[in-house]
């Protein structure tokens, strides 16, 4: 009788989730409760009681960064030693073959010698459950924090603080075989702290606070044993909280199909590719329609890897004359194993941002232009990395990035950094 109450307060708080506040679509592959717990248990090592517990710690970006706020040459750029340590924990408990309860902590801790004001406490938690009924149906709910002082976007010189908060739910119908067709949905309020440009503040609260509701039907179709064909159709709505920002509100409608490739052989990765539309109700501006696309793919073959990313999207923009920009993305990169025990990696990024509405420029002479803005930022990074116990090694690596721009204001940007790393990945 618990058990049938239980299960009836969880199905109708999942499908209040599913269908009062939708998700957003993605290149991100659906997981079934199978696969969910075959992970658990091959990465989750430790008990307490009844929990398994995966723990970890990552330490990056230790080293000298010689432009923290990624200036312009011409403003003197500063320069800093930084460290970042980033501990996970995760908890999960799981209740005979029809629950999974599940809890992640990822603190963050980033420090910098000089810029005191750059130091800063990042933390995320995600507390979420999953309920396997009559060996088909899967009802899962979550329930998201981040708070962080990043760089969100491309778009961004500087690290601003911004904090997420998010309900997510689905409601799926999966076969024995792994192949899987349900619905999920999820809301999202993001909120940004204000920061200083060119000596002029820019409260990006008032800009870029929003909120999110998506949603989205979802088919994954297993092909072998590892790989599946997945096919998506989303719908997003998106809410400016500033009245001055109202003009950006928009809605979204999308469609795609891709593979995942195997985690396990010689290539694995996954792609995806598809149709998508941002609308601004406000009628006279114009949006996006146009292809998106992701793509991750990696080649081993000793004493070679070849691996290639690229991702296509619009992302909202904090640029007053944009509702959003279009962003693509790419990233090639190689490894060569010189011996058992060390490899050297090199790895290069491009990334093209353009603006699709004007933008009035006042240049320091006192010319004035209009323009379509455009981005382009390039960076190249090398290292070496020595393997010390099974697959973790510890790398040494150097990073140049420059950013151009036809924005006056913007200009032509170099940075590089220098440091130490560690991975788990050799």
Same mark, same amino acid.
């Given at each position: 009788?618990?058990?049938?109450?239980?299960?009836?307060?969880?199905?109708?708080?999942?499908?209040?989730?599913?269908?009062?506040?939708?998700?957003?679509?993605?290149?991100?592959?659906?997981?079934?409760?199978?696969?969910?717990?075959?992970?658990?248990?091959?990465?989750?090592?430790?008990?307490?009681?009844?929990?398994q517990?995966?723990?970890?710690?990552?330490?990056?970006?230790?080293?000298?960064?010689?432009?923290?706020y990624?200036?312009?040459?011409?403003?003197?750029?500063?320069?800093?030693?930084?460290?970042?340590?980033?501990?996970?924990?995760?908890?999960?408990?799981?209740?005979?073959?029809?629950?999974?309860?599940?809890?992640?902590?990822?603190?963050e801790?980033?420090?910098y010698?000089?810029?005191?004001?750059?130091?800063?406490?990042?933390?995320?938690?995600?507390?979420?459950?999953?309920?396997?009924?009559?060996?088909?149906f899967?009802?899962?709910?979550?329930?998201?924090?981040?708070?962080?002082?990043?760089?969100?976007?491309?778009?961004?010189?500087?690290?601003?603080?911004?904090?997420?908060?998010?309900?997510?739910?689905?409601?799926?119908?999966? *076969? #024995? !075989?792994?192949?899987?067709?349900?619905?999920?949905? =999820? @809301?999202?309020?993001?909120?940004?702290?204000?920061?200083? /440009? +060119?000596?002029?503040?820019?409260?990006?609260?008032r800009?870029?606070?929003?909120?999110?509701?998506?949603?989205?039907?979802?088919?994954?179709?297993?092909?072998?044993?590892?790989?599946?064909?997945?096919?998506?159709?989303?719908?997003?709505?998106?809410?400016?909280?500033?009245?001055?920002?109202?003009?950006?509100?928009?809605?979204?409608?999308?469609?795609?199909?891709?593979?995942?490739?195997?985690?396990?052989?010689?290539?694995?990765?996954?792609?995806?590719?598809?149709?998508?539309?941002? *609308? #601004? !109700?406000?009628t006279?501006?114009?949006?996006?329609? =146009? @292809?998106?696309?992701?793509?991750?793919?990696?080649?081993? /073959? +000793?004493?070679?890897?070849?691996?290639?990313?690229?991702s296509?999207?619009?992302?909202?923009?904090?640029?007053?004359?944009?509702?959003?920009?279009?962003?693509?993305?790419?990233?090639?990169?190689?490894?060569?194993?010189?011996?058992?025990?060390?490899?050297?990696?090199?790895?290069?990024?491009?990334?093209?941002?353009?603006?699709?509405?004007?933008?009035?420029?006042?240049?320091?002479?006192?010319?004035?232009?209009?323009?379509?803005?455009?981005?382009?930022?390039?960076?190249?990074?090398?290292?070496?990395?020595?393997?010390?116990?099974?697959?973790?090694?510890?790398?040494?690596?150097?990073?140049?990035?420059?950013?151009?721009?036809?924005?006056?204001?913007?200009?032509h940007?170099?940075?590089?950094?220098?440091?130490?790393?560690?991975?788990?990945?050799?």
């Open positions: 009788m618990k058990r049938v109450l239980f299960i009836s307060c969880s199905s109708s708080l999942i499908l209040w989730l599913a269908f009062s506040s939708p998700s957003i679509l993605s290149g991100q592959n659906y997981q079934t409760y199978r696969e969910q717990q075959a992970q658990i248990a091959t990465s989750a090592k430790w008990r307490l009681g009844p929990f517990i995966y723990r970890g710690i990552q330490f990056r970006d230790i080293g000298y960064d010689g432009n923290v990624y200036e312009r040459q011409s403003d003197h750029p500063v320069s800093d030693y930084t460290a970042t340590v980033a501990p996970q924990l995760n908890l999960y408990f799981l209740y005979r073959d029809w629950l999974i309860l599940s809890f992640s902590e990822n603190p801790f980033v420090y010698t000089k810029e005191k004001q750059e130091r800063s406490f990042n933390n995320s938690f995600l507390p979420s459950f999953r309920l396997f009924l009559v060996q088909r899967v009802l899962s709910g979550e329930f998201q924090f981040q708070k962080a002082r990043v760089r969100t976007s491309s778009e961004f010189d500087l690290r601003i603080e911004e904090k997420v908060e998010g309900y997510n739910g689905g409601i799926f119908y999966e *076969t #024995p !075989r792994g192949t899987a067709l349900g619905f999920s949905g =999820g @809301l999202k309020k993001l909120s940004y702290q204000s920061m200083v /440009l +060119r000596g002029q503040e820019i409260d990006l609260s800009i870029l606070d929003r909120e999110e509701r998506n949603g989205q039907v979802e088919l994954n179709y297993k092909i072998f044993s590892e790989s599946l064909l997945f096919l998506r159709l989303g719908y997003a709505e998106y809410d400016f909280k500033n009245s001055e920002s109202r003009w950006k509100d928009s809605f979204s409608f999308s469609a795609a199909g891709g593979k995942r490739l195997p985690f396990a052989g010689r290539t694995r990765g996954s792609f995806f590719i598809g149709y998508k539309t941002l *609308t #601004p !109700r406000r006279w501006i114009d949006g996006f329609q =146009g @292809l998106v696309a992701g793509l991750r793919l990696e080649y081993r /073959l +000793r004493p070679l890897t070849v691996r290639f990313q690229y296509r999207d619009c992302q909202f923009s904090y640029e007053t004359n944009n509702v959003f920009y279009l962003e693509n993305w790419y990233r090639a990169g190689l490894s060569v194993y010189l011996t058992r025990f060390l490899r050297l990696d090199y790895d290069y990024l491009f990334t093209r941002l353009d603006y699709p509405r004007f933008i009035p420029v006042w240049y320091p002479d006192g010319r004035y232009e209009e323009i379509l803005r455009e981005d382009f930022n390039h960076s190249q990074t090398a290292g070496l990395v020595w393997k010390v116990f099974q697959d973790t090694g510890i790398g040494w690596s150097v990073n140049l990035s420059n950013r151009n721009s036809n924005y006056f204001w913007e200009g940007r170099e940075r590089w950094f220098m440091g130490v790393f560690i991975t788990q990945d050799f």
